[in-house]
């Protein structure tokens, strides 16, 4: 089956539509736990929210974690806590007590445990695991997401929450979650953009190619949503 699929005509709609999303939620809920992906698609999208619905959001009902994160500090360049607060979390009234980064500039194998522990001990569960009410989810053109890739498929169904993977081409340490908890998300959310992911796009969604060698393909489509431009979803047909 394919999982829910929007298209969007620019940037700007579908980041107008994720910022939707997120209103929604806080209209229905006290607590909204989020985790964040990284990497370059959320930038676009967390400048339009920034910039457009900084007062549309009831941001003081938002709890941001993140999906995984570079072993850099939080000021390096590829940091992905400090992509997000430059480009949403320094621009918009939510309080340090309400992000929930992981400290991946210690030894990786211990951010990872940590961010374990500290995932157990500020979400609810369910089905024994932490509860997230969304997850959002990048994928790259090799098909991984989180920071999960095709080469280190069998992390996606590690027994803990959190794991260190290895990037293929730079041998950059990262700590990811991985399968457990982003397929227990109450919702997952695809943020897929540029002509460079529609060939993966193409084979994830429609089930066809390599598609059994994508971590991207593991993530639960019953929960799934991929919100997409026009150049991403090309192929999908
Ligand atoms: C990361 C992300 C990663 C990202 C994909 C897509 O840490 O890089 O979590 O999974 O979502 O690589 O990245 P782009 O949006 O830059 O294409």
């Not at 997120?22 to 964040?36: G, H, S």
């Not at 003081?60 to 994160?69: G, I, P």
């Not at 072993?71 to 590829?78: A, Q």
């Not at 969604?205 to 431009?229: C, H, I, Q």
């Amino acid at each position: 089956m394919k999982p829910k699929i929007e298209i969007f005509s620019s940037k700007d709609d579908l980041s107008r539509q994720f910022g939707n999303v997120l209103m929604n939620l806080a209209d229905k809920k006290e607590t909204v736990n989020i985790a964040l992906s990284g990497g370059n698609t959320p930038k676009a999208i967390f400048d339009y929210l920034s910039e457009h619905l900084k007062d549309s959001i009831l941001w003081e009902k938002l709890r941001f974690y993140w999906v995984d994160e570079r072993c850099v500090s939080p000021t390096h360049p590829d940091s992905n806590y400090g992509m997000t607060v430059k480009h949403l979390l320094s621009k918009v009234p939510v309080r340090e007590n309400q992000v929930f980064r992981i400290e991946a500039e210690k030894d990786p194998a211990e951010a990872a445990q940590e961010y374990a522990e500290l995932l157990k001990n500020n979400l609810p569960r369910k089905n024994n695991l932490p509860y997230l009410d969304l997850t959002i989810l990048g994928m790259g053109d090799d098909g991984h997401t989180a920071s999960i890739f095709p080469q280190e498929m069998y992390l996606w169904n590690s027994h803990n929450l959190c794991e260190v993977a290895t990037h293929p081409q730079t041998g950059q340490k990262r700590v990811t979650f991985t399968g457990g908890i982003i397929n227990n998300s109450a919702q997952v959310l695809f943020l897929v953009t540029g002509i460079s992911k529609a060939v993966m796009v193409h084979e994830v969604l429609n089930e066809t190619g390599g598609y059994l060698g994508y971590p991207a393909s593991l993530v639960n489509r019953k929960k799934s949503v991929w919100f997409m431009d026009k150049d991403a979803a090309r192929q999908v047909g």
